[in-house]
């Protein structure tokens, strides 16, 4: 496959703008709260996330097909929501550099895309509206004893907001790498470089 104590680094990126603040909190409202937060969610086409969040619960679909041997063998992917339908995807395209998708790459627009929404949503805690997050997620896929591991995700990130407080931004981004949904997911070191423009 690759040599002993080999490496490959993938990349995700996602790049948010105008974001608005979250009407997502802890369900202690009343009847009246409720009809405002349906209100919101109706004009900003969120029902369905609202619903979703009501209920505790959210459960994603994908699938994978794969065919053959490892090597010669092909693949493909396919996502609940149509955005990935039978996308290929081999060896070649996972270890040898060919292109094409490979599950690193996926987890890494999915760590991308993640933290970015939590970034956005802790900033707008602290009143900070970004006008634009962006952020790229490096995946390190390593041969360690007993085989390969996802053993770490990067993040860069730079997120422009205009007379924002650089103290704030950084504790908004620390807490937005530790408690978005993907980092808690990963059992990989995660780090990042968080740069604000101001």
Not at 10 to 20: C, D, E, P, V
Not at 102 to 107: A, D, K, Q, S, T
């Given at each position: 496959?690759?040599?002993?104590?080999?490496?490959?680094?993938?990349?995700?990126?996602?790049?948010?703008?105008?974001?608005?603040?979250?009407?997502?909190?802890?369900?202690?409202?009343?009847?009246?709260?409720?009809?405002?937060?349906?209100?919101?969610?109706?004009?900003?086409?969120?029902?369905?996330?609202?619903?979703?969040?009501?209920?505790?619960?959210m459960k994603r679909?994908?699938?994978?097909?794969?065919?053959?041997?490892?090597?010669?063998?092909?693949?493909?992917?396919?996502?609940?929501?149509?955005?990935?339908?039978?996308?290929?995807?081999?060896?070649?395209?996972?270890?040898?550099?060919?292109?094409?998708?490979?599950?690193?790459?996926?987890?890494?627009?999915?760590?991308?895309?993640?933290?970015?929404?939590?970034?956005?949503?802790?900033?707008?805690?602290?009143?900070?509206?970004?006008?634009?997050?962006?952020?790229?997620?490096?995946?390190?896929?390593?041969q360690v004893a007993?085989?390969?591991?996802?053993?770490?995700?990067?993040?860069?990130?730079?997120?422009?907001?205009?007379?924002?407080?650089?103290?704030?931004?950084?504790?908004?981004?620390?807490?937005?790498?530790?408690?978005?949904?993907?980092?808690?997911?990963?059992?990989?070191?995660?780090?990042?470089?968080?740069?604000?423009?101001?």
């Open positions: 496959m690759t040599g002993r104590g080999s490496r490959l680094k993938r990349k995700g990126r996602t790049s948010r703008q105008h974001s608005y603040h979250s009407p997502f909190a802890r369900r202690s409202y009343e009847d009246s709260t409720d009809t405002v937060i349906n209100t919101i969610c109706k004009k900003l086409h969120l029902i369905p996330v609202w619903n979703a969040f009501q209920s505790h619960l679909k994908a699938s994978a097909i794969w065919n053959g041997g490892l090597k010669d063998g092909k693949g493909t992917l396919t996502t609940e929501s149509g955005v990935l339908d039978s996308t290929p995807y081999s060896f070649s395209t996972r270890f040898e550099g060919e292109k094409g998708t490979n599950p690193e790459e996926l987890i890494g627009a999915s760590h991308a895309g993640c933290f970015s929404m939590a970034l956005s949503m802790i900033l707008g805690q602290v009143d900070l509206t970004p006008e634009k997050i962006e952020t790229t997620a490096t995946i390190t896929l390593e007993g085989g390969f591991s996802v053993t770490a995700s990067h993040l860069d990130v730079t997120v422009t907001i205009p007379g924002a407080d650089a103290a704030k931004f950084q504790e908004a981004a620390e807490t937005a790498k530790a408690n978005c949904p993907i980092s808690k997911l990963l059992n990989a070191k995660i780090t990042m470089d968080a740069k604000l423009i101001a």
